[in-house]
C-alpha cells in the first residue's frame, strides 16, 4: 500500500496563510469524503485537526480548514502563528477498507 | 476526559511475539472503533489494524495480516494488539486511539504510545 502524496516542507511568516495538499487515487481520496488531517509537534501524539474532508473538531482553531477536489485534498492554514509549526498528514480511508495516510509534512513558521 | 493508556512496549527479538494493551477511559467503550497506528523513529504514520465497536469486525494492512491479532475487552475496557512473528520492521512507537464516529476512521483521541523495538 503505498501512502498518500504530501509535499515534503512546507514554509511561511507568522500571519501568512499557506496550503498543504495530500494527492490520492480514486480508490481513496477520490472515492470518500473521509479524509482526516493531524498535526504533530515533536515527542507528542498527533491531534486531529480535520475530519471529513472540512470538519473541524471542538477546540480546533477556525484558521485551520479542509477541502478536496477530485483526488487531491488539502488542509489550509490562515494566519500563521509560532506554535503552528509542526509536522501535518493526512490520512483517508480506501476502497479495501483499510487507511492510508500520508508521508507528513513539516511546517516551519519562519 | 477520554485517556488511552498504552502498554506491553520492550525489546524483542526478531520472530517473537508481544501483547500490547491499551487501557480506555472517560467514554462508553462499546460505542467506538479503536484502532492502532505506529511510527517508526524519525518517520510518518502508518496506520496498523482496526476493531469495530462491537468487536465483531476487524480490519489490517497488508503488512501485518496474519501476523497481528486485535481485539478488545469490554470487562477491562482494554484493547489488545497481539504481535506475532515480528520483523525489525515492526519496531516503532505504537498508538491507540479513538475513533471518532462517522468520520472514516477519523483518529480524535490517541494516547501516547508505547515503544516496540525487533532486534537480536
Known amino acids: 500500500q ?3 502524496t504530501q509535499p515534503a516542507s512546507v514554509s511561511g511568516s507568522p500571519g501568512q496563510s499557506i496550503t498543504i495538499s ?8 477520490g472515492s470518500y469524503d473521509y479524509v482526516s488531517w493531524y498535526q504533530q509537534h515533536p515527542g507528542k501524539a498527533p491531534k486531529l485537526m480535520i475530519y471529513g474532508v472540512s470538519n473541524r473538531p471542538s477546540g480546533v482553531s477556525d484558521r485551520f480548514s479542509g477541502s478536496k477536489s477530485g483526488n487531491t485534498a488539502s488542509l489550509s ?3 500563521l502563528h509560532t506554535e503552528d509549526e509542526a509536522d501535518y498528514y493526512c490520512s483517508s480511508l480506501t476502497s479495501s477498507s483499510t487507511l492510508k495516510f500520508g508521508g507528513g509534512t513539516k511546517l516551519t513558521v519562519l | ?3 488511552l493508556v498504552e ?6 527479538r526478531p ?5 500490547l494493551s491499551c487501557a480506555a ?3 462508553t467503550f462499546s460505542n467506538f472503533d479503536m484502532t492502532w497506528v505506529r511510527q517508526a523513529p524519525g518517520k510518518g504514520l502508518v496506520w496498523v489494524s482496526t476493531i469495530s ?3 465483531h469486525i476487524t480490519y489490517y494492512a497488508d503488512s501485518v495480516r496474519g501476523r497481528f491479532t486485535i481485539s478488545r475487552d469490554f470487562s477491562k475496557n482494554t484493547v489488545y494488539l497481539q504481535m506475532n512473528s515480528l520483523r525489525a520492521e515492526d519496531t516503532a512507537v505504537y498508538h491507540c486511539a479513538k475513533v471518532r464516529g462517522s468520520s472514516g476512521w477519523g483518529a480524535e483521541n490517541w494516547g501516547q504510545g508505547t515503544l516496540v523495538t525487533v532486534s537480536s
Request: glycine residues 30%; proline residues 0%; aromatic residues 2%.
Open chain 2, 1 to 3: 476526559e477520554v485517556q
Open chain 2, 7 to 12: 502498554s506491553g512496549g520492550g525489546l524483542v
Open chain 1, 77 to 79: 492554514i490562515s494566519g
Open chain 2, 25 to 27: 477511559s472517560g467514554f
Open chain 2, 53 to 55: 465497536g462491537s468487536g
Open chain 1, 22 to 29: 495530500c494527492t490520492g487515487s480514486s480508490s481513496d481520496v
Open chain 2, 15 to 19: 520472530g517473537g511475539s508481544l501483547r
Open chain 1, 2 to 4: 503505498s501512502a498518500l
